[in-house]
């Protein structure tokens, strides 16, 4: 660690904290981890990590100082907790009486990264399992535990930068690569710097600009700049990774695991998930390349589109559009990496991620049905048909008109943007549920006509992939299915009260009074309309399609085990 009298006696002076390795090292060389802990501290009863993990567990160096001096004791769920981040009971009495000499064990702040059994902690988490928890965090699957989370912060890195670079295919400086090898993670850092980072449409794009990528990614690597005709080469296409211009609380690896994002949860922690999730999307796909519009602007749309939502509907909201923003993009990039490899581009994606967040803006929380029977203003304007769906397409498309930003003007020679305009449009008007039908239908037939799946027509394939997301809660976990459908239940009973209101008879199922239980309301839908939906998606997704096959099984099994007949009533 390079760390010698002097360098250490001058951090002392300037109360710069030491990483954890650097204490380990200390240690090795005699020093007492706790004495200098004490030098920097002061008054302080732990050390920074420590007091790092007690915040994450949600208690205060205050909180247990007051309690131990109370005699009050700690709840089991509080122990197991403290636990968890490396404190037994014994061990928070020595460090803030001090009543005994820290033990060797105590020195060893590996225990506060280790939230395993005691027994079970290794001599001392090595390297190794630093680099082999990068490599999992840079696969397609893994993701990181908690106390992987830790060592590799103790790297001075912290977790939330390493997902943004990974994400962004971003680079590490000269001194990070320094400190990340010599944790010995030089190979998940060749990696990174390999043009694996860059898909093959985008390889497209930026070959179409007379460079290989590698001499770019060598050049970017590098640092080494390009001479102006290669710049003009390039046109506006943005060779650098793009500064972050938003602060991510998801990564492209949670959104490729299935159930690695729950939009529930992510509208719980900001205000805005729909602007979180499309964002994500298009940093981490390099969409910056593809669309002309700068991403300022991209920005300022992706927000008026969910604030063009409205909140307070308990369904047809921003977190509905952010949870088939999200759903669009997993079905979508699981077809890309099976059966339809090469069949996708990165326009596509394009189309079907900005049809997914339109699809329902503006929504008023009642269906079509609705509108018409109460001859609404907008029933009007649309003579009955698809209204909503009519309504959703042109407030959106008006949004982008009157804020001047062309979310579809793109740097390749084709498709022309009027097509990709109408492919939306047509996305749109089929997440209408009056031709679900004919939908399933068409697509279960194509799916047995072509055992070459990429023979299946394109605009017929994106318009189901934009459908199912659409309708697919039941393909989540369980948990988050059971709120989704409380949600849309209780629009349709809100709706149900409004036409008792205007004089009119709700159908049974909006009717507080006469509606079936949930269950059995919910039973029905999955096995009638969800099922024959998945089928063809099941058979194009292949192995892919595993765990929302699962959660629907599951899904499915939960209604079915619950009591689908109204309690008896008392009177
Ligand atoms: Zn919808």
Redesign the pocket.
């Given at each position: 660690m390079g760390l010698d009298e002097a360098s250490i006696q001058q951090r002392l002076e300037d109360r710069e904290p030491f990483t954890a390795d650097e204490l380990f090292s200390l240690e090795s060389a005699g020093f007492d981890p706790e004495e200098l802990h004490r030098r920097l501290h002061g008054e302080s009863c732990f050390s920074p990590s420590e007091l790092q993990t007690l915040a994450l567990i949600g208690m205060s160096e205050e909180d247990i100082v007051r309690r131990l001096l109370a005699g009050e004791e700690f709840s089991d769920e509080e122990l197991k907790w403290l636990q968890k981040g490396g404190f037994t009971l014994a061990k928070l009495i020595r460090r803030v009486f001090g009543t005994s000499n820290p033990t060797k064990e105590d020195g060893d702040l590996s225990r506060s990264f280790w939230l395993g059994p005691e027994d079970e902690m290794p001599e001392r988490l090595t390297n190794q399992n630093m680099a082999m928890a990068l490599q999992r965090l840079m696969s397609d699957i893994g993701l990181l535990s908690d106390e992987e989370h830790y060592m590799l912060e103790s790297c001075g890195l912290s977790m939330e930068e390493m997902q943004r670079r990974l994400a962004l295919g971003d680079g590490f400086t000269e001194e990070e690569l320094e400190r990340l090898e010599s944790a010995g993670l030089s190979a998940s850092l060749q990696r990174l710097a390999s043009t694996e980072t860059i898909s093959d449409s985008e390889r497209q794009v930026l070959e179409s600009c007379g460079l290989p990528v590698e001499e770019i990614h060598r050049r970017i690597m590098t640092g080494e700049d390009f001479t102006e005709d290669e710049v003009n080469r390039k046109n506006s296409t943005e060779m650098k990774p793009e500064p972050l211009q938003f602060d991510p609380l998801i990564t492209k690896n949670q959104m490729d695991v299935w159930d690695g994002v729950d939009v529930l949860d992510l509208d719980k922690k900001c205000s805005e998930p729909l602007f979180q999730v499309f964002m994500t999307i298009w940093y981490s796909q390099k969409m910056s390349l593809l669309v002309k519009a700068k991403t300022e602007k991209v920005q300022e749309y992706v927000r008026a589109v969910e604030a063009g939502y409205h909140r307070q509907n308990p369904y047809?909201n921003n977190s509905?559009a952010a949870e088939?923003t999200l759903m669009t993009y997993q079905i979508w990039t699981y077809l890309s990496a099976g059966s339809f490899k090469g069949y996708f581009e990165q326009v596509d994606l394009l189309v079907v991620l900005l049809a997914a967040a339109i699809?329902?803006i503006g929504h008023p929380a009642t269906n079509n049905d609705f509108l018409v029977k109460t001859k609404a203003e907008l029933a009007l304007r649309y003579h009955d048909t698809a209204v909503l769906e009519n309504f959703h397409l042109a407030t959106a498309f008006q949004l982008m008109r009157s804020r001047s930003i062309s979310m579809l003007d793109h740097n390749l020679p084709s498709p022309p943007v009027t097509s990709l305009r109408r492919r939306i449009v047509e996305i749109v008007l089929a997440?209408d549920m009056a031709v679900h039908k004919k939908q399933v239908d068409d697509m279960a037939r194509s799916v047995e006509r072509h055992t070459n799946r990429q023979e299946i027509d394109k605009r017929m394939l994106e318009q189901y992939i934009v459908h199912t997301a659409?309708v697919g809660h039941p393909f989540r976990p369980v948990p988050q299915h059971q709120e989704w459908a409380r949600r849309v239940n209780e629009e349709f009973l809100q709706q149900g009260d409004r036409e008792k209101e205007l004089g009119f008879t709700p159908i049974e199922m909006f009717d507080r009074e006469k509606a079936p239980p949930l269950p059995k309301n919910q039973l029905g839908f999955l096995q009638f309309v969800i099922q024959p939906l998945w089928k063809p998606m099941e058979a194009l997704l292949d192995t892919k399609s595993r765990p929302a096959s699962l959660f629907l099984q599951r899904n499915i099994k939960v209604w079915q085990d619950e009591p689908t007949e109204n309690p008896p009533s008392d009177g």
């Open positions: 047809h509905h088939v699809h329902d997440t659409d």
